[in-house]
T-cell receptor, first 118, second 118 residues
Framework: ETGVTQSPTHLIKTRGQQVTLRCSSQSGHNTVSWYQQALGQGPQFIFQYYREEENGRGNFPPRFSGLQFPNYSSELNVNALELDDSALYLCASSSARDTPFATNEKLFFGSGTQLSVL | AQKITQTQPGMFVQEKEAVTLDCTYDTSDQSYGLFWYKQPSSGEMIFLIYQGSYDEQNATEGRYSLNFQKARKSANLVISASQLGDSAMYFC???????????????FGTGTRLTVIP
């Protein structure tokens, strides 16, 4: 069974640029969530994709967008990068039968992409 | 108000001893789930243990147990017989039954860094 994989592992961008982060969900998982983890903080929910549609979003501006593909892999796109976007971006997958999740639905996380904005 | 509060930024424990990591939560939902995740330096969030709000017994998973006190809204993680490999960040998280973001995502605390001393 293949776990959640994310690419790239590290990325350096300059302010104003655009970035795309990629995530392959664990085998058999149909739901992908993205989280932002700033230094010294816990992860914060960005959004979630289920059956190729966004079905929930945290307190992040529209310049954070995403996609989910038919094979359930996903992309996170961030436009007009700001210095505060520097963080570890975590992707998590799960095999929800339906949403909203049951309260005991476990998320399986990748190792993240460390984004630095200069 | 913070949904998850972890008041211990750092903890030290002697190898083979037990340690308790504190977590309090805030929700008005009757149905919710509480999770603990471990984050080693690699960045991946590793699921440790789950407690449902309706579970009458405290959850246990090997050396991990959850001290669930519903009236006090606390869900402390107890690690018995600490090992050097337990050194990591530990995050408490909650999923509410009625997701305000539309995805009933996980809300994370700020984490506790555990260091196991040989």
């Amino acid at each position: 069974e293949t776990g959640v994989t994310q690419s790239p592992t590290h990325l350096i961008k300059t302010r104003g640029q655009q970035v795309t982060l990629r995530c392959s969900s664990q085998s058999g998982h149909n739901t992908v969530s993205w989280y932002q983890q700033a230094l010294g903080q816990g992860p914060q929910f960005i959004f979630q994709y289920y059956r190729e549609e966004e079905n929930g979003r945290g307190n992040f501006p529209p310049r954070f967008s995403g996609l989910q593909f038919p094979n359930y892999s996903s992309e996170l796109n961030v436009n007009a990068l700001e210095l505060d976007d520097s963080a570890l971006y975590l992707c998590a997958s799960s095999s929800a039968r339906d949403t909203p999740f049951a309260t005991n639905e476990k998320l399986f996380f990748g190792s993240g992409t460390q984004l630095s904005v200069l | 108000a913070q949904k998850i509060t972890q008041t211990q930024p750092g903890m030290f424990v002697q190898e083979k001893e037990a340690v308790t990591l504190d977590c309090t939560y805030d929700t008005s939902d009757q149905s919710y789930g509480l999770f603990w995740y471990k984050q080693p330096s690699s960045g991946e969030m590793i699921f440790l243990i789950y407690q449902g709000s309706y579970d009458e017994q405290n959850a246990t998973e090997g050396r991990y147990s959850l001290n669930f006190q519903k009236a006090r809204k606390s869900a402390n993680l107890v690690i018995s017989a600490s090992q050097l490999g337990d050194s990591a960040m530990y995050f408490c998280a909650m999923r509410e039954g009625q997701g305000e973001t539309g995805a009933n995502n996980l809300f994370f605390g700020t984490g506790t860094r555990l260091t196991v001393i040989p």
